[in-house]
């Protein structure tokens, strides 16, 4: 085992930059931000309407977004999901609306991501309601991640979504969250920490309103 305080400068950028290019979630200290590297991925439901309702479905649409985005269902998950363009950073999937984050190399593969997982999932469970051309989906948008302190505010408001929503009391109650990996893999201490040094605050109140 490592002392982290004891590395020099250069020793810890290099742990650092090791362990992201190993599929590591951020670990302290955080790790330095590129510009428009990292992005706040938002998709809503058509019309808000709650089609993702079940445990299910959302551990089916989860499960599609890490094969579509590079990993593979017989993969243990981690909470960055080595891909050539994408690495999935955190997540929430919520009854209409599901956020990512995650690390862009190339920004054009991500509508034609979309629309795969979208128009496979939707083609099911239109089948399960015996409904034809039902639109489930309206759109997905993008945040660019600014900074080192808008990266771990995001992670945290990603992980605070469900009761932000009123769905649960604690992060720790949604199954469909990052929030368990991180745990796992950082420990609770890393969380707390995390979400005293980034407060969540107003962040998403002008357009998080599902």
């Not at 981690?78 to 984050?101: D, F, G, K, M, Q």
Request: aromatic share 14%.
């Amino acid at each position: 085992m490592y002392e982290y305080r004891q590395l020099t400068t250069e020793q810890k950028a290099e742990l650092v930059e090791y362990g992201l290019s190993q599929g590591y979630p951020p670990h302290s200290p955080p790790h330095k931000v590129r510009d428009k590297q990292f992005y706040l991925l938002t998709v809503a439901c058509y019309e808000h309407k709650c089609h993702i309702n079940t445990e299910s479905r959302r551990q089916q649409l989860l499960d599609m977004i890490f094969d579509r985005f590079g990993g593979s269902g017989n993969e243990q998950r981690s909470a960055e999901a080595p891909t050539t363009n994408l690495r999935i950073c955190a997540w929430v999937i919520l009854p209409n609306h599901y956020h990512l984050l995650v690390q862009v190399v190339n920004f054009d593969v991500l509508s034609d991501l979309f629309r795969r997982i979208h128009g496979s999932v939707s083609r099911q469970w239109n089948i399960e309601n015996n409904v034809t051309k039902r639109k489930i989906w309206y759109r997905w948008s993008d945040r660019a991640i600014r900074s080192e302190r808008h990266y771990y505010t995001t992670v945290n408001y990603i992980h605070y979504n469900p009761v932000k929503h009123g769905l649960v009391k604690s992060p720790y109650n949604w199954v469909e969250s990052s929030v368990h990996w991180y745990l796992q893999a950082c420990g609770q201490q890393w969380l707390r920490d995390c979400w005293t040094q980034y407060p969540v605050r107003d962040y998403g109140s002008d357009w998080d309103n599902f």
